[in-house]
């Protein structure tokens, strides 16, 4: 099992352009998400997904959009990347098991820059 | 809302000496509390979770976290640190719902030779 897989690892974009980051999990989790991470402020939820077909905002989803194809597939898009978005990204799957979150597994990352 | 708390953005230990990690969650007890680590340029991993079946949780590499309700803390600790122990280590706390993981900030842990 590949587990939680993330492309690209790194992209570089100028002001203005848009990416989509790519997510796919093989451990038919139901639940799918979008986080963020930069310097001293931890991880911070930008969208997920409870099940196929359903999407919910996080903590801080201005400026991105997310797409959950199928049970597998979870994408994260930037329309018009702003320096603010760059960070190191990451996608995440769970379970959730007696209505409450189970562990979530981790993708590798992307490390997006803004320039 | 459940929220977490780790004491300490940067914690240095020198190899051999003990390894003390500090979370605190909110008043009401969780459902589960976990310890992940973070190796520099990786994704976040699995360290241990409390499920209520064990006060005393172990986890790989040697970690252990203590559930404590009366200090609402759930503190990660390793009796001898290893160089390969420098990482980041985040505390987190579920709460009912797809939505309801809840990480602190992380602490950055440096071994020192």
């Known amino acids: 099992n590949a587990g939680v897989t993330q492309t690209p690892k790194f992209q570089v974009l100028k002001t203005g352009q848009s990416m989509t980051l790519q997510c796919a999990q093989d451990?038919?989790?139901?639940?799918m998400y979008w986080y963020r991470q930069d310097p001293g402020m931890g991880l911070r939820l930008i969208y997920y997904s409870a099940s196929e077909g359903t999407t919910d905002k996080g903590e801080v989803p201005n400026g991105y959009n997310v797409s959950r194809l199928n049970k597998r597939e979870f994408s994260l898009r930037l329309e018009s990347a702003a320096p603010s978005q760059t960070s190191v990204y990451f996608c995440?799957?769970?379970?959730?098991?007696?209505?409450?979150?189970?562990?979530?597994?981790f993708g590798p990352g992307t490390r997006l820059t803004v320039l | 809302a459940q929220s977490v708390t780790q004491l300490g953005s940067h914690v240095s230990v020198s190899e051999g000496a003990l390894v003390l990690l500090r979370c605190n969650y909110s008043?009401?007890?969780?459902?589960?509390l976990f310890w992940y680590v973070q190796y520099p340029n990786q994704g976040l991993q699995l360290l241990l979770k409390y499920t209520s079946a064990a006060t005393l949780v172990k986890g790989i590499n040697g970690f252990e976290a203590e559930f404590k309700k009366s200090e609402t803390s759930f503190h990660l600790t390793k009796p001898s640190a290893h160089m390969s122990d420098a990482a980041e280590y985040f505390c987190a706390v579920t709460a009912g719902g797809a939505n309801n993981l809840f990480f602190g900030t992380g602490t950055r842990l440096t071994v020192i030779p």
């Open positions: 995440a799957s769970s379970d959730v098991t007696g209505g409450v979150t189970d562990t979530q597994y």
């Open positions: 008043s009401s007890v969780p459902p589960y």
């Open positions: 451990m038919n989790h139901n639940s």
